[in-house]
Each structure stands twice: as C-alpha cells, then as structure tokens.
C-alpha cells in the first residue's frame, strides 16, 4: 500500500466531511473547497475539467462524465 503525508490527510477529511455533511450534494462541494486548500497548502493546485451536456451520460441512472480524447 501507498502511504504519504497527502494520502493521510485526504483520509482524514473524508471522515471529517462525511460526519460533517447532511447530504451528498453538501459533500461533494465541502470536498472541493477542502481539496483547493490542501492543495495549496502543499503547493499545487487542482484543475477541473468543464463538462457540457454533450459529455455526459447515463449509465443505470447516474449521470457519468465522460472525457472525449481528440486523435
């Protein structure tokens, strides 16, 4: 197994935000913001990629954001 200084401190959020969010949708945005800090914090910074309609689908119900390589 894989262990680092990143490793466990993203181990501790996702506890702290699991006990910490009422729902999924309050998870999911806690975890970004918690994600920008920590990443600065070690220096580095995330980039998410922007989905249009046209990049996501359906797969039993959930919608899946697909990435599209161009050849």
């Keep these: ?3 680092s ?3 466990q401190e993203k181990n501790r959020i ?3 935000l699991s006990v910490e969010s009422g729902s999924a949708h309050e998870y999911l945005i806690r975890s970004r913001l918690a994600t920008e800090e920590i ?5 580095f910074s ?3 990629a922007e989905l249009s ?3 996501i689908e359906k797969i039993d119900g959930i919608l899946i ?3 599209q390589h161009k050849a």
């Design 46 to 48: 995330f980039k998410y």
């Design 65 to 67: 954001g697909t990435v």
């Design 39 to 43: 990443a600065r914090s070690f220096g």
């Design 53 to 55: 309609e046209n990049n």
């Design 1 to 3: 197994m894989i262990y």
């Design 5 to 7: 200084e990143i490793l």
């Design 14 to 16: 996702q506890a702290k």
